[in-house]
């Protein structure tokens, strides 16, 4: 459960930006759209392969 605690004299904009904010970190949607369909363990470790290599070429360029 999130709770926000909102300040007296705080507008609402603020409190909400603070509730999104808490609700990103949670990763609940992420979650959601990651069980939506099956992936296979092995199309799981291809991608994760696949973005490690791509940061490390990242970074390899923002060394040079």
């Known amino acids: 459960m999130i709770i926000v605690q909102v300040k007296e ?5 603020k409190a909400l930006k603070k ?6 970190k949670t990763g ?7 069980r939506k369909t099956f992936e296979k363990p092995s199309v799981k470790r291809r991608e994760q392969r696949n973005k ?7 970074q390899l360029r923002d060394e040079m």
């Open 52 to 58: 490690a290599i791509y940061v490390q070429q990242m």
């Open 9 to 13: 004299g705080e507008n609402i904009e």
């Open 28 to 34: 609940i949607i992420r979650e959601l759209r990651s």
């Open 19 to 24: 509730f999104k904010r808490k609700f990103e």
